[in-house]
T-cell receptor
Framework: NAGVTQTPKFQVLKTGQSMTLQCAQDMNHEYMSWYRQDPGMGLRLIHY???????DQGEVPNGYNVSRSTTEDFPLRLLSAAPSQTSVYFC??????????????FGPGTRLTVT | GENVEQHPSTLSVQEGDSAVIKCTYS??????FPWYKQELGKGPQLIIDIRSNVGEKKDQRIAVTLNKTAKHFSLHITETQPEDSAVYFC????????????FGSGTRLQVQP
């Protein structure tokens, strides 16, 4: 198993540009999520999905869109990049049931700089 | 929503000593508390977790304790080794609703050889 993969590893954007961060998992996990990590602030949830076709907002959703057309893929779209979106982005997935949450597996991250 | 506070932000110990990292949470409905280790340039990796029906859990040199009444939980690493040097994050969540993790701000642990 490759686990959770993310592309690209690094990206530099100009203010106003758009792009998609890719995330894929091969563990057949229903639950997938996107976090951003900023210095001294831990990880904060952007969007999450409990299954194909179902997405919802997290703690810091503004400026980002997601979709979940398959179980494996959960791309994150930046609509119009701003310097405040400079961060490291992590995708995570986990098995889940209605009653329990299980270990979340994180990808290696995408380091994004917006100039 | 949930709020998780983590202390200390940095911790330096001598090899072989113990290290303790503490977290408090605000949502009394939270019932799952994982700890993650993050090495430089990598994603967080789960090292141990505990659920609210258990007060303590051990895995070799690592242990976690949970005090539901006081709403705090702690990570204990014994016989520290240089490879334990990393950033450690605590997190909390509940089994219902978003089931999304709320993270503490992290502790940078440095183990001096």
């Amino acid at each position: 198993n490759a686990g959770v993969t993310q592309t690209p590893k690094f990206q530099v954007l100009k203010t106003g540009q758009s792009m998609t961060l890719q995330c894929a998992q091969d563990m057949n996990h229903e639950y997938m999520s996107w976090y951003r990590q900023d210095p001294g602030m831990g990880l904060r949830l952007i969007h999450y999905s409990v299954g194909a076709g179902i997405t919802d907002q997290g703690e810091v959703p503004n400026g980002y869109n997601v979709s979940r057309s398959t179980t494996e893929d959960f791309p994150l779209r930046l609509l119009s990049a701003a310097p405040s979106q400079t961060s490291v982005y992590f995708c995570a997935s986990s098995y889940s049931t209605a009653g329990h949450i299980y270990e979340q597996y994180f990808g290696p991250g995408t380091r994004l700089t917006v100039t | 929503g949930e709020n998780v506070e983590q202390h200390p932000s940095t911790l330096s110990v001598q090899e072989g000593d113990s290290a303790v990292i503490k977290c408090t949470y605000s949502d009394s409905a939270s019932n799952y508390f994982p700890w993650y280790k993050q090495e430089l340039g990598k994603g967080p990796q789960l090292i141990i977790d505990i659920r609210s029906n258990v007060g303590e859990k051990k895995d070799q040199r690592i242990a976690v304790t949970l005090n539901k009444t006081a709403k705090h939980f702690s990570l204990h690493i014994t016989e520290t080794q240089p490879e334990d040097s990393a950033v450690y994050f605590c997190a909390a969540t509940r089994d219902t609703g978003r089931r999304a993790l709320t993270f503490g701000s992290g502790t940078r642990l440095q183990v001096q050889p």
